[in-house]
């Protein structure tokens, strides 16, 4: 029995005795089944269960209200609609309940009607005595000669427009009438007569509150008056709908003055037309509030009809303010008029009609517009300056607006002013003026849309950067929005590598800076913490963080192409003919005699052009020497990348007709080697470059273990490779080293010792 009480307890379906629920239910269909007895039967219940059971019920009855909530909720539509359709029914059924009332109260007094007529014919003809008293007992009384009197009572007060006495006479002729029904104080006839000169008044009445509430010149203490009285008749629901139509007849008239011109300033217009709009719907809410109080039935007309206007006052504004604008790509004008319109409309919050979420869903799709027209305008207006960008770095124009303030001369350096091509300048400060006013996006939830725009624009620009290398690849130019578009080549190493400055300072610190202005806290967040940098505060965010990333990948295409297309000018000859083949090493043991132990031609070339490119970039990338770092990094794992993956290369090592030769392998070690120094000393080894430069000896050293040779007796300390390393980069620095007396360079005869074989060893499986 615990289990079973229990079970029910908890809501759970329980079968007693093996019996069916839909048998179990046959003892209430009994004749003789005694509810009381049943219950005290069932709810033997102790104190716990009782607890226990009271949860569940309170549980019960919070799931049912949620439910209740959210279908509320889901169908607000159906359920303010419905509350309007039972407003008018009810006006319907009081009318007809009128109408019905006057005819039974018609019949009635026929019927009684014609039995006075038969009393008259049979008992009072019958002598001239009963005549004459009939007539003295028949002398109307106070309450006839009052009730005959009434109607024209009530003309009078309808004609000289008394509303309230004349709303007093009509409430005091219904009481009348029903003390009449009860004490049988008037006759049917008369009773009749004065039911109905009641209700005719009473409609005349209205009729006159009606036709003063839709005149536009009365004033509004007139105009809450007559709705009223018009609702103290009965007629709420047609008191109501006359106020608000009230309201709108008075503002569509105000509108009448307002006139606008294809010349006159969009937030001019929005401002006043807001003024009139938003005005006479707050005066709704409030004489609705006054009147009718918060009726769910006038509440949701109300919003209803609140809604209503507004949509026709965002077709207004988009038609007369926002279409050119958002045309235009005048971001700053569209949102200033959408910033104008919301500011009235959250006005009426204090009247309890939250109408922004409303406003702003009809706005969205302009500000759309407007926000994708004005990125199209940077993008139109950043490729026309490509197309004569001489690719020289520069500060600033004096005077040029940016961040919302003004730049210094042209020789500062402040943290607002950045060495940047022409194009580059012109697409950063377009960026930063596009985000000044950036109030409506958060609010219309277009912050991500706006990111994402502006990375299209930005990924645009840097596939025309791509197109100003010489020789660039051709599906490198393909990406959207740069195959139709003339750039001027960038000719020289120092303007090639200006793309990249250019390219890699607006995605790493200028672009990110204009959209931190998309976060919210982003005020309150720059006064905390404004010794951070702002790469770091930027770094809190994590949308800003996944766009940020976007960009750093959209600038390492360039960084790519950059780097593919000096590796291929130093591999490959004009006529197409390789440097780095595997004959180079192969060979090397056909012609010991003539070995001058030095790191190949093809990484001495290496070397100097990435001591080139280091100078240049030092100088442009002052103070930002990462920049500089990632694309000689780039640059030395793009050759290295190549050798490990020239299949031609390897086949010939591995498979072909000479195998790899003792002196051959020492020069593949060191050019690896020689590659692994210069990289260390300039800062610019990665653990990439290094793996790849560790599979690439493995490689080596496997190819050589084919021949039965063990490849570690043939390689020479790892001093010696260090020493001829360091000589070739002060010789090729320009910084000749006389050698020493202690070791020979030309012959690395030294004996083979267990640290260098070690060392070999852990380059090799690292």
């Known amino acids: 029995m615990a289990t079973a009480k229990t079970a029910r307890t908890r809501g759970a379906p329980v079968k007693e005795n093996g019996v069916k629920l839909e048998e179990g239910l046959g003892v209430f269909k009994s004749d003789k089944f005694d509810a009381e007895a049943y219950v005290q039967s069932k709810c033997s219940l102790n104190e716990k269960e009782i607890k226990q059971l009271c949860s569940c019920l309170l549980d019960l009855k919070k799931a049912s209200a949620e439910e209740m909530r959210k279908s509320v909720y889901a169908n607000y539509a159906a359920f303010i609609r419905t509350s309007k359709e039972i407003s008018d029914l009810e006006g319907e059924l009081f009318s007809i309940r009128n109408l019905l009332s006057m005819q039974s109260t018609l019949i009635h007094g026929l019927a009684e009607g014609v039995n006075l007529d038969s009393l008259s014919v049979n008992g009072i003809e019958g002598s001239d005595e009963n005549m004459l008293s009939y007539i003295e007992d028949g002398e109307p009384s106070d309450l006839e000669k009052w009730a005959t009197e009434f109607p024209d009572l009530l003309d009078v007060l309808l004609a000289e427009r008394r509303v309230d006495e004349a709303l007093s006479a009509l409430d005091k002729g219904e009481h009348v009438v029903e003390e009449a029904k009860e004490t049988k104080a008037l006759n049917s006839a008369v009773l009749t007569s004065l039911q109905t000169a009641i209700t005719e008044r009473r409609q005349k009445l209205a009729d006159q509150l009606s036709e003063s509430a839709c005149q536009p010149s009365t004033r509004g203490s007139e105009l809450r008056a007559a709705i009223s009285a ?436 020492q020069q593949l070690y060191l050019d690896m080697k020689f590659v692994v120094c210069f990289a260390s000393q300039s800062r610019y080894l990665s653990r990439n470059l290094q793996r790849v430069v560790n599979e690439i000896v493995s490689k080596a050293i496997t190819a050589f273990s084919a021949t039965g040779i063990d490849p570690y007796s043939v390689l020479p300390e790892d001093d010696w490779f260090y020493e001829v390393c360091q000589e070739a980069i002060e010789r090729l620095s320009g910084k000749p080293k006389a050698i020493n007396g202690e070791r020979d360079l030309n012959s690395p005869t030294a004996s083979v010792s267990a640290q260098s074989i070690s060392s070999v060893r852990s380059h090799g499986s690292s």
């Open 230 to 665: 018009l609702k103290k008749l009965g007629d709420g629901p047609r008191a109501h709908t006359l106020l608000l139509n009230a309201h709108l007849q008075r503002y569509q008239y105000n509108m009448q003055s307002l006139r606008p011109s294809s010349t006159s300033y969009g937030g001019a217009y929005t401002a006043a037309l807001s003024q009139l709009v938003f005005s006479a719907i707050a005066q709704a809410a409030t004489d609705s509030l006054a009147i009718f109080g918060k009726e769910p039935a006038y509440t949701s007309e109300l919003v209803i009809w609140a809604t209503k206007q507004i949509e026709a006052f965002a077709l207004l504004v988009k038609r007369h303010a926002l279409a050119s604008s958002a045309a235009a790509g005048g971001l700053r004008a569209a949102a200033e008029c959408v910033q104008i319109a919301l500011g009235h409309c959250s006005l009426l919050e204090a009247r309890g009609l939250a109408l922004c979420p409303t406003l702003l869903k009809l706005f969205r799709p302009s500000v759309e517009q407007a926000l994708q027209a004005n990125l199209k305008r940077i993008e139109e207006s950043t490729a026309a300056l490509a197309a004569a960008d001489d690719w020289v770095l520069t500060y600033p124009p004096t005077g040029t607006r940016q961040s919302g303030r003004l730049t210094s001369t042209v020789g500062s350096t402040t943290a607002f002013q950045h060495k940047l091509t022409s194009s580059a300048h012109r697409f950063n400060f377009m960026v930063q003026d596009f985000f000044e006013d950036v109030g409506p996006l958060l609010s219309m939830q277009l912050g991500g849309q706006t990111l994402e725009g502006l990375f299209r624009v930005f990924n645009s620009y840097v596939s025309m950067l791509i197109k100003a290398l010489p020789g660039s690849m051709e599906d490198e130019a393909d990406f959207e929005g740069s195959e139709n578009k003339i750039v001027r080549l960038a000719e020289t190493e120092t303007q090639q590598i200006a793309l990249v400055a250019n390219a890699s300072l607006l995605a790493d610190e200028l672009l990110p800076r204009a959209a931190m202005k998309l976060s919210p806290a982003n005020q309150s967040y720059y006064k905390d913490d404004m010794h951070r940098r702002p790469t770091d505060r930027q770094n809190r965010y994590p949308e800003q963080r996944e766009w940020k990333r976007r960009l750093a990948v959209s600038v390492e295409r360039l960084r790519n192409t950059f780097c593919r297309q000096h590796v291929l000018d130093l591999i490959f000859t004009e006529e197409g003919d390789s440097h780095l083949t595997a004959d180079m090493y192969i060979n090397m043991d056909r012609n010991a005699d003539e070995i001058d132990w030095f790191p190949s031609m093809i990484f001495q070339e290496l070397f100097m052009m990435l001591t080139r490119i280091h100078s240049i970039a030092s100088e442009m990338f002052v103070g930002r020497e990462r920049f500089a770092i990632l694309l000689l990094m780039k640059l030395t794992e793009t050759v290295v990348l190549w050798l490990s993956e020239d299949q031609s290369f390897w086949d010939d090592i591995e498979d072909g007709q000479r195998p790899l030769g003792p002196l051959g392998l």
